[in-house]
């Protein structure tokens, strides 16, 4: 991964983590914290919006969603990386506004940051 890809996608998890608190989740540790497998996600996020730019939000979701199936992780009604479960992993149509947002403000970052990169 270039460094451009970092250090977009730590800019995404930053404004994804300001607005997890904004909701109350204080999951999200700060990109110096975060374990390798959130990050790796985070630039993979970011070089899927660089290779189509005009990724809708449900794709990224999907996208997101199948490194997570593939990495062994599952639903959860509660967010346990050492169990590995998400109460994201359900298919986009199904999240709430509050996390669909998410994905909107992810692409949204990642495209206007990868047009001044």
């Not at 374990?35 to 919006?49: C, F, K, L, T, Y």
Request: hydrophobic share 35%.
């Amino acid at each position: 991964m270039t460094d451009k890809v970092a250090s977009i996608a730590k800019v995404c998890h930053e404004v994804n983590r300001a607005y997890c608190l904004a909701l109350g989740d204080t999951s999200q540790v700060p990109w110096e914290d975060a374990p390798d497998w959130q990050r790796n996600s985070a630039m993979h996020g970011v070089e899927e919006i660089m290779e189509n730019p005009d990724l809708p939000a449900s794709s990224s979701h999907e996208g997101w969603l199948k490194e997570k199936y593939d990495t062994g992780w599952k639903y959860g009604r509660v967010k346990n990386a050492d169990t590995k479960e998400h109460p994201c992993c359900v298919p986009f149509e199904e999240l709430p506004a509050d996390q669909k947002a998410k994905d909107y403000i992810f692409g949204a970052v990642a495209r206007e940051l990868l047009a001044i990169a």
